[in-house]
């Protein structure tokens, strides 16, 4: 599979269909779900030299521990397992952090996604009722 890391959390759809391929933040989150622990919370917490650092607070029966990760990574577990992500404040100080010509390709689509996610939700939710033989709730 050849996919650029931040990759899986754009596609990632909680509650998908299970037919997809698990990708490895599912993976991770079934180990600490079948070893009883669980992601306290992703910390991003420096960035140097334009790199971002990371950190996952795990939580189980052997204690609590943190662990290193990629920000990709962390932040994929974080969206897989519902764990609050904090940034460090120093983070937003940083002008490198927010000097990224290339996030002005990125629109600030919110309305509009909010929309569609809606309409495909009033769909899925008809649809459903067609397959059990009843008309779906109309809004």
Known sequence: MDRAPGGNLAGHRPGGRGDAPTVPCEFAAGILRAT???VVEVRITRLVAGIYYAVVIIDGPAGTHELDARPSDALNLAVVTAAPIRVAAEIFDDPSAMDRP????YTNRAPQIVSEMRR???SDIHAAGDITGQEGPTT
């Open 36 to 38: 009883s622990a669980r």
């Open 102 to 105: 290339e996030w002005n390709d």
């Open 120 to 122: 495909e939700l009033e």
